[in-house]
């Protein structure tokens, strides 16, 4: 799947992030997880508005993505009113490379002020094969995580 968003000053293109197999046991995240099946949370997609403050993300917890809509948190900023929301969600940091393998970043919300106006803390841990998201509700309304 190929993405294309457009800013001011940059061009991104996402694709499907690779990952090296390894046989070292996965942490427990990888199969403790909230699934969460949403064809809304594409970074190509806009409709009604809403937001992740109430419904899945009001709790902090690993989740995984899994739709049509994506299945990672787009890597780059995505533009304003995508994604069922208007001020997209797209995770600033580095994925694991390493099955098992946990980094930390940033999750940005693009909106009136930049890219990156908002901001909320992630993880994220390669799952030999998918990845899944340490998320918490983003700061206010009408702030959405957006996949690829």
Same mark, same amino acid.
């Given at each position: 799947?190929?993405?294309?968003?457009? &800013?001011?000053?940059?061009? $991104?293109?996402?694709?499907?992030?690779?990952? &090296?197999?390894?046989? @070292?046991?996965?942490?427990?995240?990888?199969?403790?997880?909230?699934?969460?099946?949403?064809? @809304?949370?594409?970074?190509?997609?806009?409709?009604?508005?809403?937001?992740?403050?109430?419904?899945?993300?009001?709790?902090?917890?690993?989740?995984?993505?899994?739709?049509?809509?994506?299945?990672?948190?787009?890597?780059?900023?995505?533009?304003?009113?995508?994604?069922?929301?208007?001020?997209?969600?797209?995770?600033?940091?580095?994925?694991?490379?390493?099955?098992?393998? @946990?980094?930390?970043?940033?999750? $940005?919300?693009?909106?009136?002020?930049? &890219? $990156?106006?908002?901001?909320?803390?992630?993880?994220?841990?390669?799952?030999?094969?998918?990845?899944?998201?340490?998320?918490?509700?983003?700061?206010?309304?009408?702030?959405?995580?957006? @996949?690829?």
């Amino acid at each position: 799947m190929i993405f294309i968003a457009t &800013t001011t000053t940059t061009v $991104c293109i996402t694709t499907s992030i690779t990952s &090296t197999v390894t046989t @070292t046991p996965l942490p427990r995240q990888c199969t403790n997880y909230t699934l969460v099946n949403d064809s @809304t949370r594409s970074a190509g997609y806009s409709g009604p508005f809403t937001c992740d403050l109430s419904g899945t993300f009001n709790i902090t917890g690993w989740f995984r993505f899994d739709s049509l809509g994506g299945v990672i948190l787009a890597n780059c900023a995505v533009p304003e009113n995508s994604c069922s929301t208007q001020a997209s969600g797209w995770y600033s940091g580095v994925y694991p490379s390493t099955a098992g393998g @946990t980094t930390n970043g940033t999750v $940005c919300f693009n909106w009136y002020y930049g &890219t $990156c106006s908002y901001t909320a803390t992630a993880s994220v841990t390669n799952c030999n094969g998918y990845y899944v998201f340490y998320l918490g509700p983003p700061p206010q309304c009408n702030l959405r995580y957006c @996949t690829v």
